[in-house]
């Protein structure tokens, strides 16, 4: 290869001549015989990846799989959407009564409030006291609400201990008496 007297003038085609092309060729040949597995797997993933993105570009324009079968059928689209907005229309209703129910739940509330503090200010100024007064509405509240329950009363019963029982006295306890221990140096030796 002379590259002093206008080889580069003549192109690359002359250039290589016989001597290039077994210099390519051998250098080629190491290539595949040392990456070659490679080089095939890299090829069969690159087509692959080809073809899953012409597939993906193929099913774009179209949309979704079933656009087509519901551009077939407008009438199913629209028994569907109806058929939603009656299920919509049916949970707003229940919505709107459960809501009226805890308005109308609220409303009492605050009337037996009311009534409560009426009370208070009534026997306030009669110049009772109004905690007793409440206390007694409110048992009467609950003796109303639990009518068909009767109270149970208590029987008559024994006291455990004697009246003038006293547990640091240590009288009226049985065998079990503790005494404090004598005070002073012990006589030990």
């Not at 048992?139 to 024994?158: F, L, M, R, W």
Request: net charge positive.
């Amino acid at each position: 290869m002379d590259l002093g007297d206008g080889g580069a003038a003549a192109g690359p085609g002359p250039a290589l001549g016989r001597g290039g092309l077994e210099a390519l060729q051998h250098t080629v040949g190491s290539a595949l015989s040392g990456y070659g597995w490679y080089l095939l797997l890299a090829a069969v993933a690159v087509y692959l990846l080809v073809q899953k993105v012409s597939r993906g570009l193929a099913a774009r324009p179209g949309g979704r799989p079933g656009a087509a079968e519901a551009a077939e059928e407008p009438d199913v689209v629209v028994r569907r959407q109806e058929a939603l907005a009656a299920a919509r229309l049916r949970m707003q209703e229940e919505l709107n009564a459960q809501a009226e129910k805890y308005k109308e739940k609220q409303r009492q509330l605050e009337e037996e409030r009311r009534r409560q503090k009426i009370a208070m200010w009534e026997s306030m100024q009669e110049g009772k006291s109004y905690k007793g007064n409440l206390k007694l509405n409110q048992q009467e509240a609950e003796s109303g609400a639990s009518a068909s329950a009767v109270p149970k009363s208590k029987p008559n019963k024994k006291p455990l201990r004697g009246g003038g029982y006293n547990p640091l006295s240590g009288e009226g306890g049985g065998t079990c008496s503790w005494r404090p221990g004598r005070r002073g140096p012990s006589a030990g030796g």
